[in-house]
């Protein structure tokens, strides 16, 4: 929230710039579409045996974009792991070249040993002539969707609040643009008598502060809540010194 007009008779607070709102949507909106198009959503690991040590493996990575081929020369590919990283595991396959990461890393996905032993069974048996494994992690393809929804929900219910004091028409009228609707609320400045900085905290104790306009009758009239205490207090001290030059 900021003050964008505070004068003897008019005082107008707005609650959101357009910075507050499009930056982080354009944020979340940019790195859904990166998720989206440049993670590997699905893997599969090709393998033909033409002679005991002659053949030649592909792993085909794709996503949104296309596919990518590597080539492994049966020779070179000496088996199967499961590389764990902390609470995360995947399957690398061993190359006389060094470890050529097959499945993502991931916490549930699958039999992640089981896939290791077959492609090590495949290695230590001449007879077998094809390998085909496929992993496929298309659903986190989910995590950029999102990322997408959030972005995409925070314009659709964006509200924007200016809240306008007006000392010659003796009133508060509070205006809501988003792009679901407008709305405009008119208060008389004579049943509003003082403010208040109001402190919460939620499920995570984040502490929360909220101003609020006391208004006769025991009701109020509730700003936007944010976490800057230093922010609130300003807007509540601004709001009172209007009010309290009002009355004099």
């Known amino acids: 929230m900021k003050i964008i007009k505070q004068t003897a008779t008019e005082l107008i607070i707005q609650t959101q710039s357009i910075f507050d709102f499009w930056l982080p949507s354009c944020l979340l909106m940019v790195f859904g579409l990166f998720w989206l198009a440049f993670d590997y959503h699905k893997t599969t690991l090709i393998c033909q045996r033409l002679q005991a040590k002659q053949g030649n493996c592909q792993i085909v990575r794709s996503n949104l974009l296309g596919s990518n081929i590597q080539e492994i020369q049966l020779a070179s590919l000496q088996g199967a792991k499961v590389q764990r990283c902390g609470y995360k595991s995947r399957v690398v396959l ?5 470890d050529v990461p097959f499945t993502a890393n991931s916490t549930t ?24 494994l496929s992993q496929d992690d298309r659903w986190c393809g989910c995590i950029g969707g999102l990322f997408m929804l959030a ?18 028409l003796n009133t508060l009228t509070v ?47 509730s700003l936007p809540n944010t976490m800057n205490l230093y922010q609130q207090a300003k ?3 601004a ?8 009355s004099h």
């Open 94 to 98: 061993l190359t006389s070249v060094g």
């Open 175 to 221: 205006k809501q643009r988003g792009l679901l609707g407008r709305k405009v609320i008119t208060h008389s400045l004579c049943e509003i008598y003082g403010v208040e900085v109001d402190r919460t905290k939620d499920r995570q104790n984040d502490t929360w502060y909220q101003v609020r306009l006391l208004v006769g009758g025991g009701s109020r009239i």
């Open 235 to 237: 807007i509540a001290k």
């Open 151 to 168: 972005a995409v929900g925070a314009i659709v219910l964006r509200k924007n609040e200016i809240y306008s004091f007006d000392g010659n």
């Open 109 to 132: 996905w699958g039999n992640k040993q089981a896939v290791a032993s077959e492609i090590n069974f495949f290695v230590k048996n001449a007879k077998n002539r094809w390998l085909r």
């Open 239 to 246: 709001i009172n010194n209007y009010l309290n030059a009002r």
